[in-house]
């Protein structure tokens, strides 16, 4: 399951909780449009809760290469950065691959929030003289996790 919050744009907060079927994924990808068809710039943070939440369903790799292809110039062109949460039992894992080389744009993996928080502040929104507020964005994701 997968929630949005995009009540501190322009930073977008997603939530993932459980395994994702092909149709999360189809949904996140067209979240995704969503965002990007506003023609701002935008961060993403992604908490996933679980390692049941970091799996690929059958059939959403090639959804996302198609995907990938049709967006990927406007993710180098409006994404300011993106910060992953993973469980810490999978950070290791996880930290292995290469988010920013992947997407063009600024990333990193945390294996906790605060961490996230920090670097979206210090590395995304405070060198574009942007807002940041941590604790509105921990209240979103406690609101998120809290509601599974």
């Known amino acids: 399951m997968q929630h949005h919050d995009l009540g501190q744009w322009p930073l977008v907060v997603s939530v993932s909780a459980g395994a994702p079927t092909l149709a999360d994924t189809q949904d996140f990808a067209q979240a995704w449009d969503d965002w990007l068809a506003r023609g701002q710039?935008?961060?993403?943070?992604?908490?996933?809760?679980?390692?049941?939440?970091l799996t690929?369903?059958?059939?959403?790799?090639?959804?996302?290469?198609?995907?990938?292809?049709?967006?990927?110039?406007a993710i180098r062109e409006q994404?300011?950065?993106?910060?992953s949460v993973?469980?810490?039992?999978?950070?290791?894992?996880?930290?292995?691959?290469?988010?920013?080389?992947l997407f063009g744009v600024p990333a990193a993996i945390f294996a906790d929030l605060p961490s996230a928080l920090a670097w979206?502040?210090?590395?995304?929104?405070?060198p574009r003289g942007l807002p940041f507020d941590e604790a509105a964005v921990m209240a979103a994701v406690r609101g998120k996790t809290d509601a599974r």
Do not use: I
């Open 79 to 83: 994404v300011m950065g993106m910060a």
């Open 120 to 126: 979206l502040r210090d590395q995304v929104f405070a």
């Open 56 to 73: 690929h369903p059958p059939g959403s790799a090639q959804h996302v290469k198609q995907w990938f292809g049709r967006q990927a110039q």
């Open 86 to 101: 993973v469980p810490a039992g999978e950070f290791e894992r996880m930290s292995r691959m290469n988010v920013e080389k």
């Open 41 to 53: 710039a935008f961060a993403s943070l992604r908490v996933f809760t679980d390692a049941a939440s």
